[in-house]
């Protein structure tokens, strides 16, 4: 069989989000990691809730299911147990994945059954016209928080390498290259991945990322942390983000002469996820990559070396504790 | 064992007869309970059994709301529920004497542990005098027996603590009612082997106890009494003692063995549906996939992804747990996927009466959804038919691609009966619609007949499909907000259904086809209504009874039935949900009869309702 392309991946319905939406350089890179991992189309279900993103489902030629509001992850759970040889993704939302369905995100880290969770975060209930979401930030005006939000919001990545997922990263959505290889990442490592993919929305919050995207500000807001490198940024590559004793801080150097001593960041070290997955801007930038890649054996793994033979037909299981009428 | 060759024994021959035990929920008497109907059993007898506990795993001991109950009916096969009165009741403390009392008919024999009767065991019960003593039982026939000092004399020598000793007494009791109703001890001699085989001083501290009691009876003058309770007239086979919960279990494996599909469970911890992922849980194989969910959202939707890659998907609750699948149940209607749900119905609103029984979550499995959404509701009517029901609810859920909600209740689910094990050639086989080639694959296209999509899963390589929530095409499955099409797919949902009704093998009249009075039933008030209209019968009265197991949707004989009649009886354990759904269904004036109380309805009730409504005619 010849290698399949993205294209291969793209199914015959039309399109159905906003033109500009960020869900469409998404499914982009969607396509093109399915491509290389290189499973033929009926190895993936792709597992969807309710929302903008999760009408991803019908836009790829996969399995796919589109199901209920927050209960994604459970659905998708039962399809990876069922059956472990399947690729299965989770296109969930900031409001499908962080509220409705915050419990089953939180218990299908915990079992770190082997989901491929992509969470496109536009930080809005985009779909039913433009709420505040778990991850709207404060003071953001939106038509559910007119005087500006009051809520503290989720950081996602905070969120899920606290509670143990074994593969964590962040993309934006208009990195194609970086999301993809993310998602190939994710679909090698066992166990749960979560990926948090920041999605611009057209509508309701079309300026809310520019700041990370124009060659402008964007290296001086964000971070891109890569295994084995120090945590460098800004436009002249003359920051760094360094871990110290009394926490991370910001160190400023002369480019062509950086300090040896920098902070190497290391995906293997949890401790290293934990302080870097809860930067921030203002004071510190906003960091992209893989936080977090470490073996953690599976859920579904688990299950099936425990329960490794049929079982008996229910004449045998009952017939135990039976006895004969004659 | 020692014989008492100079004692004279009685033999009192009886067709049936019912013995409930009553105790401290931490006495051991669901133990002692399902000891004795396991012993029944083994005998040939047919037999029933209920046990009936309070909510707390421990309440505060010696008090009325801690007491715990067993009651086993077993004789011939006049059997079919386990009895209102109690025949012979055996009392741990006063607490269970009072609160049983109401069990019993005058003439019957209590069997008593006067070593727990006493001065702040009897003030927690609210008794001013030892009623062993003061001739307030003068109705029964009393037999007391310091089973506390018999147990200590027994195992003086044992090494165990007091507290460890008096544990054991419960077996005592079991004893002494092995020797009355003549029953092998030896399966209980084989349980506490098994069970205590890692602790061999309790083993043998239980068995030697088990044995002294037997012993006591055969020896003491005030045992002057053995009674032989007739046997079953039972289909010759293998049997087990099953619980309908156990049979809930098993039925969905044998389902899915004979479909060759993988059996999958999702639930959630709830009473009284736990024990069916308990018995789950010990089963747990490659093709016995069980899963214990963060939630009952969670649990019934791992069901239906289980369902969606191909596996033969189920869950199992009760009515709060219903409550909260609702959502997920329309999900699954949408998406015509096979699903079975199994209900076990307790007391409600809300927490209600966590381990009493009920019937009233109808409306809830009928019409408890947003949008025309369809499902089969069926009931088990006992133990062992929920094995059956279950089955039958797995063969039409994958015939129909549909969710099939079973009602059983707390009643039948924790009460056994013996349960024949079916040869594989019994059990019927599964139809579906055969895929067709690649090419020609459309998710929502359809059999003429049974107007079922075809079952395509990953990794089917070529039918990659998309299917959910949202409104489908009929026949392609893409979405479509198109206005007919909603039209012709709610037509599709409905119809499907109703097709359904096709299956129903024809309703078996119970009792006098041509009486004026026909007594309907649904589900696990079976045994009750059957029994109390057989006892009307044969005195004399004119009196029919039917049970529906299919209630949505009804059987096509059903109307033509009921409008034979004079006059219809609902009989159920609700206010009146079914009685609602006829009158609504057929515009007939039902007669609706109801309680709510959490015990199942007894013949006795029945049989009362049946005299006072053939006195009106």
Redesign the interface.
Known sequence: MNKLTPNDFASNLPVKWCPGCGDFAILTSVKKAMAEIGLPHEKYVVVSGIGCSSRFPYYVNTYGYHTIHGRAIPIATGVKLSNPDLMVFVVTGDGDAMSIGGNHLMHGIRRNIGLKVLMFNNRIYALTKGQASPTTQKGSKTKTTPAGNNDYSFNPIALAVSLGSPFVARSMDSDLNSTSSIIVEASKNEGFAFVEIIQKCVVFTDKEFDIFKNPETKDEVSLKIENGKPMIFGKNKNKAVVIEKSGPKIVEFDPTNPPSNLTVYDSSDINMARIVSSLTPPDFPLPFGIFLKVEKKSYENMYYEEANKDIDGIDVLLGENSYEIN | MNKNNNKKVNIKKKNLTVVRFAGDSGDGIQLVGSQFA?AT??S?NVLSTLPDYPAEIRAPQGSLGGVSGFQVAFGDDSVKNPGGKADFLVVMNPAALKVNLKYLDKGSIIIANSGNFTEENLKKAGYEKNPLEDGSLSNYRVISIDANHLVEEALKDSGLSRTEILKTKNFLMLGILYWMFDLPIEVTVKWIEEKFSKKPVIMEANKKVLFAGYNYAENTEIFDAKYKIEKGN?????????TGNEAVC?AL??AA?KLGR???Y?SYPITPASEILHTFAK???????V?Q???E???V???????????L?STGTSGPGLALKV??L??AVI?ELPLVIVDVQRGGPSTGLPTKTEQSDLFLSVFGRHGDSPLVVMAATSPSDCFDTVYEASRIAVKYMTPVIVLTSAYIAQGSE???????KELKSFEYMTLPEPENFKPYMRNNETLSRPWA??????????????EKSNIEG??SYDPDNHQIMTDIRKEKINRIAGEIPPIQIHGDKNSDLLIVGWGSTYGAITSAVSKAVANGMKAASINIKYLNPLPNDLEDILKSYKKVVVVEENTGQFAYMLRANYLLDVVSKTKVTGQPYTTEEVYSIIESEIKKF
């Open positions: 396991n059993a083994i040939g039972l289909t010759k086979g293998t049997y087990h003692n099953i098993y494996i044998a063995k993988k059996c999958f999702g089963l747990r194989k490659r093709d016995v996939v899963f969910a963060e939630d959202i969670a649990a939707c791992s069901s239906i992804g289980a369902a969606f890659a191909g596996c998907a959502e997920a329309g999900l998406s013996p349960f024949r094990i079916p040869s594989d899963y990953p990794p089917l390589k070529g039918y990659e499909h998309r299917i959910g929530g949202l893409n979405v």
